[in-house]
């Protein structure tokens, strides 16, 4: 099951966290995996890993928020299977405090950059005839989440853009699916943790796990696994849909 030899897949933002275990995940599981980050030495630790592990993959310099450069990568690439829109920048502030500027730059990275890759990855996808997309949303797309305006806007508008390309491209055996995961244990947390809390950084973790019914925060191979079986041949009656991973947080949490 979830074999996919022979495939090849575009990961963005697969350097760290979600997207370094969705990158490993696939690669696990026999695709060829090309990373995009802003940085292309960010991919270094997941390239190590998957080639450790007798799998092939490829780092590229890539800002998603440059369609241009988007453009080029993808070209370069060729034909693909599967695209991962995961590279996206967090944001803290409400509708008053969030600056034109922050508003810009979550936008540019978080929707247009999902909008780049889509639009570059389509001709690539109908090379094999069809394929897999997967949008990484949140459940700040589901639920309202205090101080995250901007990057709960930003995050509506990529579960919009999944049932969108999910409808547009049916016919052309395209599928779009989008993943909304909770609150992940990832280097982002470490960091958010180190910055603002950086005397009470147990007690903090501890507040922040508990806060999914479940007790815990996920951990980024659980949304890799997700990942992977959504593009697998597996999944092949599954398009237009959105999946919170979510330890109960969208249902459980009242």
Do not use: W
Not at 46 to 75: H, P, R, W
Not at 238 to 253: A, M, Q, S
């Amino acid at each position: 099951m979830f074999n996919l030899q022979y495939k090849k897949a575009i990961v963005t933002g697969g350097g760290s966290g979600i997207g370094k275990a969705i990158a490993i995940a696939l690669a696990k599981n026999g695709a060829e995996v090309h990373i995009l980050e802003v940085d292309a030495q960010n991919a270094t630790s997941t390239l190590t890993e998957i080639e450790n592990n007798g799998g092939k993959a490829f780092a590229y310099s890539c800002n998603v928020a440059d369609q241009m450069a988007v453009e080029t990568v993808f070209s370069t690439i060729g034909a693909i299977h599967i695209l991962i829109n995961n590279a996206g920048i967090a944001h803290v502030g409400k509708a008053d405090t969030t600056t034109e500027d922050d508003f810009d730059r979550l936008m540019s990275v978080n929707v247009k950059g999902v909008y780049n890759c889509i639009k570059a990855a389509i001709p690539q996808l109908r090379k094999n005839k069809g394929g897999v997309i997967i949008n990484m949303a949140s459940i700040a797309a589901l639920v309202g989440l205090a101080d995250r305006f901007a990057y709960s806007t930003t995050k509506g508008a990529v579960k919009a853009m999944t049932m969108s390309v999910a409808k547009d491209y049916l016919h052309e055996h395209i599928r779009c699916n989008s993943i909304s995961p909770a609150r992940v244990h990832t280097p982002f947390v470490d960091g958010f943790l180190e910055k603002n809390y950086p005397d009470q950084k147990a007690a903090m973790f501890e507040k922040l796990s508990k806060s999914q019914p479940i007790g815990r925060m996920a951990q980024p191979e659980e949304i890799g696994h997700l990942a992977l079986y959504l593009c697998s041949d597996e999944a092949s009656f599954i398009t237009g849909v959105d999946y919170p991973i979510d330890g109960g947080f969208t249902t459980l949490n009242n």
